[in-house]
């Protein structure tokens, strides 16, 4: 049986939340990479800077994926990222879907509204990428129901 897609507000609400979580990851990287070519006399540059937190994020999430297919937030709303037949995500997977989402959200967020008409209600990248949102939220017993 396949676990169930968790619903679009949850996962925008997680969305939400890696949104601040990354925003620390860039202002922490950024400053770090400042700080190091201060330290080494190189010359900083914006292009510098944003290679180290493109890195930085990217490797966050590539490595959250690969451990456990959950990011912070994800493991926070009970989602979980697997491919399509449920298996964890490779190396590979995981880089295809980093891709293909970041040109999904960059471009007018499109990913998103996908989900809206997707038969499965998942996101492009997901769709384009053979992986999955699944929902790890358990059902609550009914009362008086001893197990």
Known sequence: MTPPTPGLGRRLLCLIY???LLTAV?????????????????S???LLTQTVVL????????VQWMRNGQTLPMKTWRI????????SLDAG?????LFLASLGYAVAGITILWALFDRDHQFL??????????SLATVRPEPGDTG
Not at 55 to 62: A, N, P, S
């Open 93 to 97: 997977t995981s880089l295809r879907r």
């Open 125 to 134: 990248h997901d769709r384009l990428g053979g992986t999955r949102l699944v």
């Open 80 to 87: 979980r990222i697997e491919t399509r037949d449920g298996r």
């Open 18 to 20: 890696e949104v601040l």
């Open 55 to 62: 890195l930085v994020c990217g490797g966050y999430f590539l």
């Open 26 to 42: 860039i202002l922490l990287s950024g400053g770090i990479a400042t700080g190091m070519a201060g330290l080494l006399g190189i």
């Open 44 to 46: 900083v540059t914006p």
